[in-house]
């Protein structure tokens, strides 16, 4: 008996983790969807301040709305693709899914652990993503504190 769940059969045992460049393509893909979230939510922003806000004069409750909703929109896209079969549309492109410890798709914890983690990861000039290159395992400062991995999938 295999020591790992069936539903991971295209998972083999040994499945390798995907390397930097292969996360950074598949994020590449990943800001076409996003892009097409951002307008939608900026444009739903604007339509509740009723289409009055002045660009050159932004009143401080538009920007802090806008930028929460367009966090939260980001964020809803991440954890949702990850928990749900462990792959957003970029990582399916690229042939990498996010698996736990136990081979399953994370937790609604574990991913909104490794989006909360993944943002300081990338705003210090990408060190978190950066780490990947030096762990054994391949992994990400926000793989390694939610307890994830990036593994790359075989062809079918």
């Known amino acids: 008996m295999s020591a790992h769940p069936p539903h991971l059969a295209a998972a083999e045992p040994d499945s390798a983790a995907a390397p930097l460049w292969r996360r950074l393509a598949a994020l590449g893909y990943d800001l076409m969807p996003l892009l097409a979230l951002w307008m939608l939510t900026a444009g739903l922003v604007l339509l509740a ?63 909104l652990l490794r989006f909360a983690v993944a943002l300081p990861s990338a705003a210090l000039l990408g060190a978190g993503f950066l780490w990947s290159l030096f762990d054994r395992e391949r992994r990400a400062w926000h793989d390694i504190a939610a307890g994830t991995r990036l593994l790359r999938q075989p062809r079918r």
């Open 49 to 111: 301040f009723h289409g009055e806000v002045d660009v050159a004069h932004q009143p401080p409750l538009y920007h802090y709305s806008l930028q929460a909703a367009l966090l939260g929109v980001t964020a809803a896209y991440f954890v949702v693709s990850w928990t749900r079969g462990g792959q957003t549309i970029g990582m399916r492109a690229w042939r990498i899914r996010l698996a736990a410890a136990d081979g399953r798709s994370p937790s609604l914890r574990q991913a």
